[in-house]
Structure formats: structure tokens, C-alpha cells
């Protein structure tokens, strides 16, 4: 199967590196696929932090990246946004990178994140939503600062008609001393509220592998996304034509590959090992 891949798509954390730490063999995989003619891009869902702040940490470990080497799932939603509801305006559930980064794009947002948080808001919330203030979407990110309010606000906007939109599913995000409520159980918060889900924009999304194929100008069976998560990486592949290669050193064990309905095309104990089965070819 490695023979017929062209563009290996590659998940940051638990594949390449385990929090401060670089997964052994890590290295010599990318000197791998560019021995053996191939090509890789980096691909992270996570959209809590700007490309810039991944891309220092490679980097720091010694691997020299570029942002053109980077994407993450806020380009993919940002190039969606921008092609599918020009001239809207959103309320974004994010961090100021994640603002930062809607607004450089040329995107309107109807709030900013303010640190100055209102405790007093809690007593006075409401659902009213007056008139002019209703944004076209709500897009639900990685929002480490959110609050009430926000989630109130969303909640409000989604139930008079604002479309329900998100950057990725990710349920936790994996820390060092254990996972962290991610996009996707934020946006299970509004589900539960709203009795509306979101459409999702990062892996395993159609469109993700839709921006990949873009930009090399490949057929999807040419590409092959590597990830340690089995809902996101693995199911970008799978689900859409292309391949997904399962490795060990992140979230997913032996008893979740057999639970899973999610099948990889391939599992390797860590990127080490397809270093080595690439080094056939
Ligand atoms: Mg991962």
C-alpha cells in the first residue's frame, strides 16, 4: 500500500510527538519519505494555537518545517467559509490566535474575546437576541476561553437560525497529565442545548481531503493521513478515498482498534516502524 502513496498527511500529537517529547524514529521517517520520492504535509486539528506556535516546537526538535509544510483544520475551515458564505457574519466560539486568524482572512466576527469576564452576566442572562445582532453561522473552535456567556449566546443564535458550524470533532485534547474537554465537547454542550449538531470542517471532514488534493494537485487514493486518532485521522482516509495509517504511540491501544467500527488500512507501532517499511522502496 506505501508504494502507491504520494502524500502522506501527518498528525502532530501522539504521532510525531508525545506533548515535550518527539516519538523515537520521528526524524528518520520524514528523511524516509523523501528518500523513497514522496512528499508529507503536517496536519493538525488543533485550533487553539496558531500554526506558528507548532511549528517553533518542530523546530525546537530539530525538524526544519515551514508554514507551507503546515495545515491545520482552521485553513480548511477558512477557505470554506470564504468560498461557501462570503460577506457573513459569525460568532466565534475561540481564542485570539484562532480570532486573529478569521479576521487576517478577511472574515467578519460579531465578538471578540474579552478577559474582563462579567460574573454578573450569569444572573442576567437571556435568550433575547435583538434585532440586527444575529450572526449568519456560529463556528465553534478549540475555545479555551470560553465562558457563559458565549455558550449562551451560541445557544441563542443557533435556535433563531444561525447555521451551526465547527472547526473538528476532537472530543479531548491529549495533555501530559491527562485529556482536556476539546471543540467537540464544547460542541456537544450546544447539541445537547440546541438539539442541532454541527457541520464539522477538520479531519476526517470531505472537505479537509478536498483542500489537500488542491494543493498537491493529487488523486485522493495517493494520499495517506497518519494519526494516533481513529475518529479523525484514520476516518479522513478511510471515508474518503484515501488511505489511513493507524500508529500506537497516541490515544488509540489494541482493544480500541477492536471495538472500533473505524478500520485502518495499516497499523504500525509509531512512525519508526514505517520509516523502515518505506526504506523497501
Ligand atoms: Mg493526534
Do not use: W
Amino acid at each position: 500500500m506505501l508504494e502507491h502513496i504520494d502524500v502522506f498527511v501527518l498528525d502532530l500529537d501522539g504521532t510525531i510527538y508525545l506533548g515535550d517529547t518527539l516519538i523515537d524514529g520521528a526524524g528518520a521517517f520524514l528523511d524516509a519519505i523523501r528518500a523513497a520520492g514522496k512528499r508529507y504535509v503536517f496536519f493538525t486539528n488543533n485550533s487553539s494555537r496558531s500554526p506558528h506556535y507548532c511549528i517553533e516546537k518542530l523546530n525546537r526538535f530539530g525538524i526544519a518545517t515551514t508554514r507551507d509544510e503546515f495545515m491545520t483544520s482552521v485553513d480548511v475551515t477558512i477557505d470554506c467559509l470564504k468560498k461557501e458564505r462570503p460577506g457573513q457574519r459569525f460568532y466565534l466560539l475561540g481564542t485570539p490566535d484562532l480570532e486573529e486568524a478569521f479576521l487576517q482572512n478577511g472574515l467578519t466576527i460579531t465578538n471578540r474575546t474579552t478577559h474582563d469576564y462579567d460574573y454578573a452576566y450569569g444572573l442576567t442572562a437571556c435568550a433575547e437576541v435583538r434585532e440586527g445582532e444575529l450572526p449568519d453561522a456560529v463556528v465553534a473552535g478549540f475555545d479555551k476561553t470560553l465562558n457563559y456567556e458565549k455558550l449562551e449566546r451560541a445557544c441563542a443564535y443557533i435556535q433563531k437560525g444561525a447555521a451551526f458550524l465547527a472547526i473538528h470533532p476532537d472530543i479531548t485534547c491529549p495533555m501530559e497529565h491527562g485529556a482536556i474537554p476539546d471543540c467537540g465537547a464544547i460542541c456537544a454542550a450546544i447539541t445537547a442545548s440546541t438539539g442541532m449538531a454541527p457541520h464539522y470542517y477538520g479531519k476526517p471532514s470531505v472537505e479537509t481531503v478536498a483542500y489537500i488534493m488542491r494543493h498537491f494537485d493529487i488523486a485522493p487514493e495517493r494520499i495517506a493521513f497518519v494519526g494516533d486518532r481513529l475518529y479523525t485521522d484514520i476516518q479522513a482516509g478511510v471515508a474518503n478515498g484515501s488511505k489511513g495509517i493507524l500508529v500506537l504511540t497516541g490515544e488509540t491501544g489494541e482493544a480500541e482498534i477492536a471495538a472500533a467500527s473505524v478500520r485502518p488500512d495499516a497499523v504500525f507501532a509509531s512512525v519508526k516502524e514505517i520509516a523502515e517499511a518505506l526504506s523497501d522502496y
